[in-house]
Every structure is written in C-alpha cells, then in structure tokens.
C-alpha cells in the first residue's frame, strides 16, 4: 500500500517494527524515496512508558505477557536486527518523546521535502 500510494506521489509513514533487516531492505528496494528511522528505546525505558501510558489504543501488559505468554514481542523475546544505516536515529534516554518528535519531524522536512510538497 505504502508503494502503491507513494507512486502516486502521496507522502507516506508506516509505524512499524520489521525485526529483520531483510524486510526494510525489502521495503526500501519497493519504496521510493524510503527513509527510516530507528527510535532506539532500551526495554527499561519502554516498560517504563508503557506503565505510565494513559492512552485508550495502546495494548497493554506487551512486556509482562512476552516473559509469561507466547506473544512475540521483538527485542524482548524475538530477536531485532538493528539498522545499519537509518536516514534518522534518536536516542530515547536522551530524548522526551515530545522532544524526540519534533526531531524527527524536523528531520524528515530537511531531508525528505526539499523537491517535493510536504
């Protein structure tokens, strides 16, 4: 879909987390103009936002029920394959999210946006 969209010249973000490298190399050899961006959080911090988050659409428990149920959950109990090269990357322990996401924004602007409208 991301491809399909972006051929169409529609400027396109997936959250996602593909484990494998082999699947974003897969995304990036389909998308033109793909950039990623790794947010490198370390399990203390997510299981620590995870409990202090209010929001009604997150799922909860990720973490307690990847130790004692069969949910796969990459980085705790499936391995993750860092990026080699991402276009952006931001450091979570020395970032807010707030913060982290005006970086990101601000990023994607400078190095995505220059040719195209955003």
Do not use: Q
């Not at 494998?20 to 790794?38: K, L, N, Q, V």
């Amino acid at each position: 879909m991301a491809r399909l969209l972006s051929e169409e010249g529609v400027n396109v973000m997936i959250d996602a987390t593909a484990n494998r490298r082999r699947y974003r190399d897969s995304a990036r050899s389909m998308i033109p103009d793909f950039g990623e961006i790794f947010i490198r959080a370390p399990l203390e911090v997510c299981v620590d936002r995870e409990m202090k988050r209010n929001a009604k659409f997150s799922p909860k428990d990720i973490y307690r029920k990847a130790a004692t149920e069969k949910a796969a959950v990459p980085g705790v109990n499936v391995a993750y394959e860092e990026p080699v090269s991402p276009e952006i990357e931001v450091d979570t322990t020395r970032m807010s999210p707030e913060e982290a996401a005006r970086f990101i924004a601000g990023r994607i602007l400078d190095t995505f946006a220059s040719d195209r409208r955003v």
